[in-house]
Structures are given as structure tokens and as C-alpha cells.
């Protein structure tokens, strides 16, 4: 039901644009999420957007440096990632939230798909 794209290798400063794709059953009316998990860290909040697109959260490491759209149209959600910086490498999950606004808490999500690897070399 949800499938993470983009992941890849990016020199540090570079960019990337990751790609969350959902089925309009269960996410039309949710707020979507993307978290992160370093190797041998704890899943973290990284930005989500809600069911309209018109309200949008950021952890303090990565605001102003990612930006998280949705097209409803296309069940998609994308997280733009630029400055990228090596403390930015793990896999990134996205997840379709019980609510319709945007949250940080990982209890509040309710679907998850599998992550995308993201690895930004210093």
C-alpha cells in the first residue's frame, strides 16, 4: 500500500528527490509522514504534510533544508531533499498517519512501507 522511491548516493551539498506513493483508500484523508533510521539508531521524524497539502512539520534538523508536497491526484507524496549533509544517510520510510494533520509522534502512524536508502558521502 505504500512503496518509498529515490533513495540513492549523494555527495554532501547535493540533492534528492524521494517519492512516497500511496493507494487513495488510505491516504486520501490522512496526513502522510517521513521518518528516518541511521544504522543502529532509533526511527526519526523527518517532515509530514496534511490530507489537503496545506499544513506541513519539520524536525529542526532538516527544516529549511527538505520541503514535502503532496499531489492528490497522484497519491503521492515527495520529500526534496537539498543541502544534503552525511548526518542525513539512512533508510527513509514514509507512513500514512491516523489523523489528518500532520504529526511527529511514530505511535501516530498507522501504515508504513518499506524505506529507501539514502546515503550522502562527506
Known amino acids: 500500500q505504500l512503496q518509498a522511491s529515490g533513495g540513492g548516493l549523494r555527495p554532501a551539498g547535493g540533492s534528492l528527490r524521494l517519492s512516497c506513493t500511496t493507494s487513495r483508500r488510505t491516504s486520501s484523508n490522512n496526513a502522510v509522514g517521513w521518518f528516518r533510521q541511521a544504522p543502529g539508531g532509533e526511527r526519526e521524524f523527518v517532515a509530514a504534510i496534511s490530507w489537503n497539502g496545506g499544513n506541513t512539520f519539520y524536525s529542526d534538523s532538516v527544516k529549511g533544508r527538505f520541503t514535502i508536497s503532496r499531489d492528490r491526484a497522484k497519491n503521492a507524496v515527495d520529500l526534496l531533499m537539498n543541502g544534503l549533509k552525511p548526518e542525513d544517510t539512512a533508510v527513509y520510510f514514509c507512513?500514512?498517519?491516523?489523523?489528518?494533520?500532520?504529526?511527529?509522534?511514530?505511535?501516530?502512524?498507522?501504515?508504513w512501507g518499506q524505506g529507501t536508502q539514502v546515503t550522502v558521502s562527506s
Open positions: 507512513a500514512v498517519a491516523r489523523g489528518s494533520q500532520p504529526v511527529s509522534s511514530r505511535s501516530s502512524y498507522a501504515y
